[in-house]
């Protein structure tokens, strides 16, 4: 499998601008999750899935932020719109369970919002 | 709620010295622990896992041992090589009071210089 993938890897955008960020898991994995990355934050849990149903967003940081999971190869992570403050790398990760169960990160996405 | 709490970095290291990074948790009832790893520009990886009191997780020279009676799983390793500078993540899973969630610690930088 080539594990989860993420799209882009890179981004950079304007203020304002609407933001699209891609995750496709490892095919077969029940759960799917969504993590912000930044020096001052570290990691938080931003969202998470099971069955392509979103079970707990309650680490959304606002109403600008949105994810679906349309079907259970594809996520998406939209930031409309962007801010300054929104900028780092924003991870995805799938499981297949929960648990003991072993989370599988993406290479993650660096966001730049100037 | 559950918590991790790492030692705070960064740690630099001499090729071959010992490495030990304390990880001590709250939680209620009988998480599951972990060390994640993340090289730079990577997404995070499992390193090693104990899903019970007393488990010893191994894997490539670092080990820990989840220890109930002093909520640590400590991790060490006996001989540090230059590629293992990295960002090692304490977390854990209780299922039983945060659902699907991994609690991550703050991460601790690890830099081993030849």
């Known amino acids: 499998d080539a594990g989860v993938i993420q799209s882009p890897r890179h981004e950079v955008t304007e203020m304002g601008q609407e933001v699209t960020l891609r995750c496709k898991p490892i095919s077969g994995h029940d759960y799917l999750f969504w993590y912000r990355q930044t020096m001052m934050r570290g990691l938080e849990l931003l969202i998470y899935f099971n069955n392509n149903v979103p079970i707990d967003d309650s680490g959304m940081p606002e109403d600008r932020f949105s994810a679906k999971m349309p079907n259970a190869s594809f996520s998406t992570l939209k930031i409309q719109p962007s801010e300054p403050r929104d900028s780092a790398v924003y991870f995805c990760?799938?499981?297949?369970?929960?648990?003991?169960?072993?989370?599988?990160f993406g290479p993650g996405t660096r966001l730049l919002v100037l | 709620g559950d918590s991790v709490t790492q030692m705070e970095g960064p740690v630099t290291l001499s090729e071959e010295a010992f490495l030990t990074i304390n990880c001590t948790y709250t939680a209620t009832g009988y998480p599951s622990l972990f060390w994640y790893v993340q090289y730079p520009g990577e997404g995070l990886q499992l390193l090693l896992k104990a899903t019970k009191a007393d488990d010893k997780g191994s894997n490539k020279g670092f080990e820990a041992t989840y220890r109930k009676e002093t909520t640590s799983f400590h991790l060490e390793k006996g001989s540090v090589q230059v590629s293992d500078s990295a960002v090692y993540f304490c977390a854990l899973s209780a299922p039983e009071t945060s659902g699907s969630r991994l609690t991550f610690g703050e991460g601790t930088q690890l830099t081993v210089n030849p």
């Open positions: 990760a799938s499981s297949s369970g929960t648990g003991a169960e072993t989370q599988y």
